[in-house]
């Protein structure tokens, strides 16, 4: 069962999780098949938007969305601005939008039931440029949002699609953290994230055998490294 644009492809939604800094509410407005939601851990507030019953019936009939989640059939647009008219959103907020493309940036015609035109997705980024949330955004690298999205962060890559490879960009109003909400994609690909699930079992399965206050010793010792590597990362990232 597939969606469209959707980020089940190998490598798309693990990319896009491995780029999600620590967040207390979750929003992944323009659902589609849910590829994302079903696959990052979940926050404590979660939000899935979008104005197609078949997008909703799809993401809750392939499994793996967090049971704590707001299903929303409406227009994604409109409920963020109404949300951000009543300062909803906050800096502990991730909102992960999923558009329809523009249509120029296309190699066919419309694809979904509910499209979106060039005054809605500058509707959109007037909206994205303006919250105090963390914004991701996924799409084609197209004029209309190199000129709306100045000064945010962009990453590109290829992604497989129905046409074949494409590049899509994921851009994002905040700097790639020192932190994740999820470490469980963790690698750049399949090999690499298997190398490093392996790794992280052959640790718990050395850790959970050690002494109590050993697991503790080494505790400390990670924790030390970890606060180190984030205040350098910080002050990198402030330098630039």
Known sequence: MTWPGGKN????????????????AYVEAFLGSGAVLRNKRPARINVAIDPSEEAHDLCQSIGGAPANTLWLHEDAL????????????TAETLIYC??????????????????????????????????????MISGYRCRLYDDGLTGWHRIDYQAQTRQGLVEECLWMNFTPPAQLHDYGHLGGDFRERERIKRKKDRWSRKI????????LAIMEVLTTVVEGDTVAAHDQRDAQ
């Open 78 to 89: 409109t409920w963020l601005e109404r949300r951000a008219a009543k300062g909803w959103m």
């Open 9 to 24: 492809g190998a490598g798309a939604y693990q990319r896009i999780i491995n780029h999600m800094p620590p967040h207390r």
């Open 208 to 215: 959970a055998a050690m002494d109590r206050l050993e697991r």
């Open 98 to 135: 999923d558009p329809p493309y523009p249509m120029q940036t296309r190699k066919g015609g419309p694809l979904y039931e509910f499209e979106l035109t060039d005054g809605d997705h500058q509707r959109l980024l007037a909206w994205a440029t303006a919250t105090p949330a963390m914004v």
